[in-house]
């Protein structure tokens, strides 16, 4: 099974978290995409979706999937989502795709976070992947100053402007052992708009795409 075809057997099984005449959260990127894709095939037994980007908002509307702004829902049963890393805990980095903030806000609605990965995402210690940091742009310099204090190599994503207007930091050669203590630590620095530590509000279910199927833990 080619790691495409695990990332899609996750994004199906979440399906079935979906309940009738809800509002999905709704995260961003390549797994998530087979879920949105999923979800199309029910799109007539739910309101619609509250989307964390507009790469996804633009999928969802494209399968005729009606989304809501954020500030139209009091909460949402489920978050759909994946994951640049996942630990044993179910402590995350995101942001491979810039979309941090916004997923973060979805994720703080929703009363369970479903995160779908395939297995290459599993680690035991996160900080291999690169940890994103957005930052608003006048603060980049210093946040980087800041970053390296907490002792991290940032670099700054070149190109890149997320939905919200902002730049992004790449932070390497972070050993992350204590997630939710560098999430308030990074959090904390002016000019940080949110990091993509997904500790203080982790998944609550995991599917996980393997060669030999979803696992779920």
């Known amino acids: 099974m ?51 980007s507009e790469a996804s908002t633009e999928r969802l509307k494209d399968l005729g999937i009606n989304v809501f702004d954020a500030n139209e829902v009091a909460s949402l049963d489920i978050y759909v989502d994946g994951a640049d890393e996942i630990n044993a805990a179910k402590d995350m980095i995101k942001g491979g795709g810039a979309a941090l903030t916004r997923e973060k806000i979805v994720a703080a609605i929703a009363e369970k976070f479903i995160c779908i990965v395939d297995n290459t995402k599993e ?3 996160l900080g291999t992947f690169p940890l994103p940091v957005e930052v608003i742009p006048m603060a980049r310099s210093y946040v980087a100053r800041e970053l390296v204090k907490l002792g991290g190599d940032p670099c700054y994503r070149q190109g890149v402007v997320t939905d919200n207007g902002n730049v992004i930091l790449d932070v390497y050669n972070m050993e992350i052992t204590e ?6 630590k990074i959090n904390a620095i002016a000019g940080v708009v949110t990091v993509g530590l997904f500790a203080n509000r982790g998944a609550d279910v995991v599917l996980v ?9």
């Open 123 to 125: 680690v035991d210690v």
């Open 2 to 52: 080619t790691q495409d075809e695990m990332k899609k057997a996750a994004g199906q099984a979440a399906l079935e978290y979906v309940t009738k005449g809800s509002i999905v959260g709704v995260g961003t990127g390549s797994t998530v995409n087979h879920f949105i894709d999923a979800l199309g095939s029910m799109k007539d037994q739910i309101q619609g979706a509250v989307s964390s």
């Open 179 to 184: 997630p939710k203590a560098m999430e308030d």
């Open 209 to 217: 795409g393997t060669p030999d199927g979803v696992k779920k833990w």
